[in-house]
């Protein structure tokens, strides 16, 4: 089958010519085009609260298949579930059952978090460093990335159990000054975090940056500063929710989703218009699908995503000339 585009995003640069498929795979690129329009990998979105209605919080299994095809069809085609603070128990129950093919592991975004900078987290569920409540929360279910506050008393061991364990560790709502060994990212960049830590993370060529560019977590001329001091380990994430966000009613309005204490509780937005908004900001566009495909997806531990090339599963995107979605195909058909 021929995608019948004009061009693809292959090996971190957009060549001309259209796309053929077979049995879920991807068989050959830079064919003879016949079309209009860019193929693109699946994105990859490694923050991921909700939607469709879904909150992952309380989400059942049909829930999370439903909010995965969701995904699917505004082009995130793997992603990773976002669980925030929230009493142990609770975070166990979220964290068994099955999930949807398409995820990437599971994230805790807290609960070892600053009560200086918890955002849209229930302060009551923040609480100090646990090495014990951290193990049984890993034994709980696919925990594969975390984010805490390593300034913290008891986080340097907490990022060492993780680091042995290879969990991607993040540092996020914090008030640190500094960024200690063992933290590989940050978690959305600038937002719930001293600006010592964004000096921090910016000046660290280890360090991945991931920023939620919907415009109003983060301007625009700051989304660019950040890029260009972080090209290469830039790595966009949606933070989007459904209708609540860890058990508790969200609103949204005029593009804001906000709690009822009036903070920002992350997104509606999608990968594909992250991608449109970061290309708007003049960031040429090969590099601007990388931070929504291979950065993420390798940050992920999974360099096998984000990805088209010949002999990759057909999860692919096509875009019109407006970096609309316009088709997605997924293997398998999940």
Known sequence: ??????????????????????????????????????????????QVNGWAGVDLHTA??????????????????????????APEEELKRALQGPWPRACLGVHLEGPFLSPEKGGAHPPEYLRAPDLDELRRLLD?????????????PGALALIAELTERGVLVAAGHTAASTLPAGIRAVTHLHN??????????????????QVIVDLLHVPGDTVRADYERSRGRFSLVSDCV????????????????????????????TMAEAVRNLHALGVPLAEVLAAATSIPAALAGRPDLGRLAAGQPADVVVLDDALEVRRVLVAGGA
């Open 1 to 46: 089958m021929r995608l019948d585009v004009a061009a693809a995003f292959v090996g971190g640069e957009i060549v001309p010519g259209d796309v053929e498929l077979a049995d879920g795979v991807v068989t050959a690129v830079g064919l003879s085009p016949r079309g209009s329009g860019l193929a693109v990998p699946g994105y990859v979105d490694l």
């Open 192 to 209: 719930a975090m001293a600006p010592a830590v964004v000096e921090a993370a910016l000046a660290r060529p280890d360090v991945a940056i």
């Open 60 to 85: 059942e299994a049909d829930d999370r298949e439903r909010l995965s095809a969701a995904l699917a069809d505004a082009g995130t085609t793997s992603w990773r579930p976002t669980l925030i603070s």
């Open 242 to 269: 459904g209708d609540s966000l860890g058990g508790r009613p969200v609103e949204a309005s005029g593009g804001e989703v906000k709690g009822g204490h009036g903070r920002l509780a992350g997104s509606k937005l």
């Open 140 to 152: 709980a279910g696919p925990v594969t990335h975390v984010t805490l506050a390593p300034e913290l």
